[in-house]
């Protein structure tokens, strides 16, 4: 829990702070980490078929840290990201403005850990977090848990979560 606390105590002075973030807009390392487009068949996340795509996309991500044989170990991603989600079947969209911040510890198992400020798309399948299964807008600060296996634990610290099928449906 500590270390929870510590995690988004730093990401929000970092965030918060115009002096700090215009320190990480000017420092090197940052680079473009683009959000492909996805679909969902009808069950996976909605009770029908859905695909997203990127309307916006200026998010980067900077590696803070690295594990011993290199791999990235935390990373922080900031930008712009607005996402379109859309019911293919009946051709109703969502524009998720998706724009928040995070710091991600990733593990040696596979498994991260989310540090987050601001709003984030996350996918939950059936039994796959706790969350029901659905898209959501994740906004506020909080964090993630997402296991080796994919289980995620969403942790809010304060905020809310919009569910984008029960917006197309």
């Not at 487009?37 to 980067?60: I, K, N, S």
């Not at 290199?70 to 607005?82: E, N, P």
């Not at 809010?156 to 984008?164: K, N, S």
Request: glycine share 10%.
């Amino acid at each position: 829990m500590r270390r929870t606390a510590l995690a988004l105590t730093a990401l929000a002075t970092t965030l918060l702070c115009p002096a700090a973030a215009s320190a990480a807009d000017t420092a090197p390392g940052w680079e473009p980490a683009p959000s492909p487009p996805f679909d969902l068949a009808a069950g996976v996340r909605c009770d029908f078929p859905v695909h997203g795509e990127p309307l916006v996309d200026e998010v980067v991500r900077r590696v803070v840290e690295r594990h011993p044989d290199g791999s990235a170990k935390r990373v922080a991603y900031k930008g712009d990201l607005v996402v379109r989600v859309t019911n293919t079947g009946t051709g109703d969209f969502y524009d998720a403005d998706v724009s928040g911040t995070a710091l991600v510890d990733h593990r040696t198992d596979g498994s991260q850990f989310w540090s987050v400020l601001g709003p984030v798309l996350v996918g939950v399948g059936e039994g796959g977090g706790n969350l029901p299964r659905s898209l959501y807008v994740v906004d506020g600060l909080y964090t993630m848990d997402i296991s080796a296996t994919g289980h995620k634990t969403v942790t809010m610290v304060h905020g809310r979560r919009t569910d984008i099928c029960e917006q197309i449906d």
